[in-house]
């Protein structure tokens, strides 16, 4: 068994970020270095993913994310698409996705720890009681409410060729500066939501409407003489669009599908997030 990529899932899925999740994979590393897992651990699984969550959870109680600037929207990293990316298993089985990553920080640490436990791996309530030192009852009421909270958002793959000429669709929309046809491809409760992180341009809050967002893209777009540059990719099962001006990525555009058409939009532009999406650029590259 492959334990380092059983400890970025289970990081990944806890902290929705991808820098800290390769930080988790060294700390879990040294730890068990220093102090080896015991001989008389029959289930060796079961005991890292209760270890990595735990460490997990002291991390989130220590966060400081109130005091983050504007809108938080998890890193965007473009995952492998083979049995070489240790979440590809979760987002097979549609149990990640990055809508489900910027709603998962919705919940409190003790509650996303019980949410990934049950959903991704399947423990029972009895064995997370055991993991994080709650007891049962108090394991399943905290995993309904997690639920509720996410709304049991559980995407298809999109790995397909249908989701990415919708994104495809989106770009040249916009590009042609068709109106109509770009709100025909907006679902009735669109939203978009940008992250600058206080470093970048960004909506200072959420914008809804299928006409106001369709107008904000064609004014952003045409109202310049800069011309910016598309391309496509796929983030944790989602279509994403790629902007790049004068060579520098300075956004990155995650799409939510329902029906075949966008119902939310994830603008991150935050340089050191986008930095960190560059990254996994680099690590795909040379895998």
Not at 61 to 79: A, D, M, T
């Amino acid at each position: 068994m492959d334990f380092d990529k059983l400890i970025f899932s289970v990081a990944y899925n806890m902290t929705g970020d991808y820098e800290t999740t390769k930080d988790v994979v060294q700390d879990i590393n040294l730890k068990f270095l220093e102090n080896p897992i015991p001989e008389t651990i029959a289930d060796k699984r079961n005991y890292i993913i209760r270890t990595t969550i735990n460490h997990c959870l002291n991390l989130k109680k220590r966060e400081q994310r109130l005091q983050y600037k504007g809108l938080w929207l998890p890193e965007p990293f473009v995952s492998i698409g083979d049995n070489t990316n240790p979440l590809s298993k979760f987002e097979a089985q549609n149990l990640l996705s990055y809508e489900l990553a910027f709603l998962m920080e919705q919940l409190s640490p003790t509650e996303r720890a019980v949410f990934v436990l049950r959903e991704a791996f399947d423990f029972s309530h009895k064995e997370i009681s055991e993991a994080i030192n709650i007891s049962a009852d108090n394991s399943r009421q905290l995993f309904s409410r997690a639920k509720g909270k996410v709304a049991d958002i559980k995407h298809e793959s999109v790995a397909n060729t249908a989701s990415l000429e919708i994104a495809k669709n989106f770009v040249s929309l916009i590009s042609q500066g068709n109106m109509e046809a770009l709100i025909a491809l907006f679902n009735d409760e669109i939203s978009l939501l940008g992250d600058g992180g206080g470093k970048a341009p960004a909506l200072a809050k959420p914008l809804f409407g299928k006409e106001q967002i369709a107008q904000f893209f064609l004014k952003l777009i045409h109202n310049t003489t800069l011309l910016p540059e598309f391309s496509l990719t796929e983030i944790l099962s989602q279509p994403a669009v790629v902007i790049q001006l004068n060579g520098e990525i300075i956004c990155v555009q995650v799409l939510s599908l329902n029906e075949n058409k966008i119902s939310q939009i994830f603008a991150v532009l935050n340089p050191d997030k986008l930095n960190a999406f560059k990254k996994s650029l680099k690590v795909l590259s040379h895998s």
